[in-house]
């Protein structure tokens, strides 16, 4: 079969596994659960515990995201339009996570995920003007977020989709930009030392 064909052949699906295979591969799957394992018992979208409302209720990301769902945006944009802001950047900027709602307008990964990564290159760059050092950090940022995604939701928007009932869903998005914020000030610390 020649290379031509051999590309036409490669399905989204296919690009998709390859892209897991190689953050597995890269050491994301040290977490102890590779991408395949069934997922967790708890989820992202269940109520939160007293704890985590304390930790949820001081987080300026958290009071965002939830805002802005009924305003339009769909998921991935949610969050990179949170962090936007909570850096103080310029909110045009969330354009670039349009592609990404929806998982990926296929209902493969989740919005949230990838829009997470998308919050984390920009917190990288805003904390250090090394290319080198803000790609280590923003690498850093996406293994951890991944790890800890891995510990309580699947990676993909067809098996979140069923669970996005109005207190679900909301629930999923105040933990994530919790969560993100969290990464963004380690990432803020770092610089600082």
Known sequence: MKRSERIKQFSRRGFLGCIAGFLAAAGL??????????????????????????VINASEMAKEIV???????????SILLATLKYLKKPEDYVHAAAAFGGGMGHYDLCGLLTGGFMAFGVAAGTYHSDRKKMKAQARKMTKEYWKWWQSWA?????????K??????????????????????????????
């Not at 069934?38 to 989820?43: A, I, L, S």
């Not at 805002?67 to 769909?74: A, D």
């Not at 699947?154 to 069923?162: A, F, K, S, T």
């Not at 909301?170 to 933990?175: A, C, E, L, P, Q």
Request: proline letters at 11%; hydrophobic letters at 25%; charged letters at 35%.
């Open 29 to 54: 799957e040290a977490a102890g659960q590779s991408v395949l394992d069934k997922p967790p018992e708890k989820g992202l979208y269940d109520p939160l515990t007293p704890e985590e409302e304390k």
């Open 67 to 77: 805002k802005l769902p009924t305003q339009g945006f769909n998921c991935a944009e």
């Open 154 to 162: 699947p990676i993909h928007c067809y098996q979140l989709r069923p």
């Open 164 to 193: 996005y009932d109005k207190p679900g869903y909301t629930n999923m998005t105040r933990r994530v930009a919790a969560k993100v914020e969290e990464l963004i000030k380690e990432c803020r610390e770092k610089k600082a030392e």
